[in-house]
């Protein structure tokens, strides 16, 4: 995810917190976390890394070449990723360019099933959010991957909490399915829990 989490704690940054839940997190034997890699079980593949926004979305709402940026920049500094972040120095390019190589490597083995924090702009931008400047802190332009991925393959984000789940068909006859937001905040939407089993996944 985006958070940073264990903030009453002696970690002071942000890498030393993954570093820790890695080390703890292997110690389970059956818990993986995906940071850029791939990891088989059953024969299915499940690839993933946190990804990051890339300012496509600013964009579509502001397509002028030069100034956009800076402002959709400078306002990241009061968002909640950035406030609650001490990590590659809160430098966005810097991260983009590390979530980015990760989702390339993982991409490139071809899993079953991708799992990302933040959203590929192909599974669609709601229409109550299509005109929120705060869209395109949630959003990257994922095309290059689709382009990629096989068919029957499924990949699931999360972030902005809202349920869907669509089956895109490509033009070559593959079918990629797409999840988004399985659970969200319990307090958000009741009718969450009896979305469940769309998110199930056999194998």
Do not use: C
């Amino acid at each position: 995810g985006n958070q940073s989490y264990f903030r009453n704690n002696p970690f002071t940054e942000t890498q030393a917190k993954l570093d820790f839940l890695k080390t703890e997190v292997s110690k389970l034997g059956n818990v993986s976390i995906l940071d850029g890699n791939v990891e088989e079980f059953e024969g299915v593949k499940f690839g993933g890394t946190m990804a990051f926004n890339d300012w496509t979305w600013a964009f579509y709402l502001e397509p002028e070449p030069d100034g956009n940026i800076h402002k959709f920049l400078f306002d990241w500094h009061y968002w909640f990723d950035y406030v609650n972040w001490n990590y590659m120095k809160n430098n966005h390019a810097a991260i983009l360019k590390s979530e980015m190589q990760k989702l390339d490597k993982v991409i490139s083995q071809r899993p079953d099933i991708i799992m990302t924090h933040y959203i590929p702009l192909f599974f669609g931008v709601e229409q109550e959010y299509y005109y929120s400047d705060a869209t395109t802190y949630f959003y990257f332009n994922g095309q290059k991957y689709l382009d990629q991925l096989k068919n029957e393959s499924t990949w699931l984000a999360g972030h902005t909490h809202s349920v869907r789940t669509k089956d895109l068909v490509q033009g070559d006859g593959r079918t990629i399915h797409l999840r988004l937001n399985p659970v969200g905040y319990p307090d958000e939407d009741s009718g969450n829990a009896e979305r469940m089993d769309e998110f199930l996944i056999k194998l």
